[in-house]
């Protein structure tokens, strides 16, 4: 069974911030994407366009001293230009951790990344773990 175009992107989307990689996942997006994290925390809220995009996932691995992981669980194509994923993610931040289910629905046209929303399981213990900032 072939993987579907954007199964494939996804994929490859997450290998790229799983090592990092800022600058091949800043390349399957569009210049104008958008991201909404859930929450009211520091990392919350609407990101636009793919500069801040890649500040706001470096801000991620910061905040964790670079402990953030995220490990995928699926990925779901429409074969319309939307792809569900659920995954799992940890991170550790001072003397706290979490650990926790999520999933990203994301838009795709042309073959890259237009949109990005974001959901997690618990958006309560998530804005505690990322705290309110400095």
Known sequence: MSMHPDAALVR???EAFGKGD??????????????YA????QVSGHHKGR???LAHE???????G????????GVYPDGRGH??????WFAERGDRGIEMRGGIFFTVVGGKITDIDECVEDIDEADAFWGKGD
């Open 12 to 14: 490859q989307a997450y």
């Open 22 to 35: 800022m600058e091949t996942l800043g390349s399957m997006m569009t210049a104008d994407c958008t991201q």
């Open 38 to 41: 859930p929450g009211e925390c």
């Open 51 to 53: 500069d801040n995009i």
């Open 58 to 64: 470096r801000q991620l691995f910061e905040l964790s």
């Open 66 to 73: 670079g402990s953030l992981r995220v490990d995928l669980e």
């Open 83 to 88: 792809v569900m994923s659920t995954h799992k």
